[in-house]
Nanobody
Framework: QFQLVESGGGLVQPGGSLRLSCAASGSFFDYYSIVWFRQAPGKEREGISCISVTGGNISMYADSVKGRFTISRDSAKNTVYLQMNSLKPDDTAVYYC???????????????????WGKGTLVTVSS
């Protein structure tokens, strides 16, 4: 079984930064792509970033976070990070990490395709 645990959420002022972590337990970590999703109150869950190493390093970003967020992966620690800079109030959401077997691809941001989910961590951007 593959388990995911998010951490690093909190309250930050607009323009500030946070780094989220997604720690995975289980086998064959490098076989899975890890995707960050977020869900704001009253809105649908949105895929925002994906990273995979199987078949070559791939990282992907949604337009809403491109240039502000950076995803990275430490295979020795079975952990994926999401560095979030220049945060805006619209970034306020519960952030989830999820995994899917294989590499990132055009359909990776579809929530229905994920195999495993973490429970989420809340990010609040407010002054």
């Amino acid at each position: 079984q593959f388990q995911l645990v998010e951490s690093g959420g909190g309250l930050v002022q607009p323009g500030g930064s946070l780094r989220l972590s997604c720690a995975a337990s289980g086998s064959f970590f490098d076989y899975y792509s890890i995707v960050w999703f977020r869900q704001a109150p009253g809105k649908e869950r949105e895929g925002i970033s994906c990273i995979s190493v199987t078949g070559g390093n791939i990282s992907m970003y949604a337009d809403s976070v491109k240039g502000r967020f950076t995803i990275s992966r430490d295979s020795a620690k079975n952990t994926v990070y999401l560095q979030m800079n220049s945060l805006k109030p619209d970034d306020t959401a519960v952030y989830y990490c999820a995994s899917e077997a294989g590499k990132c691809y055009s359909g990776s941001f579809a929530a229905g395709g994920m195999d495993y989910w973490g429970k989420g961590t809340l990010v609040t951007v407010s002054s």
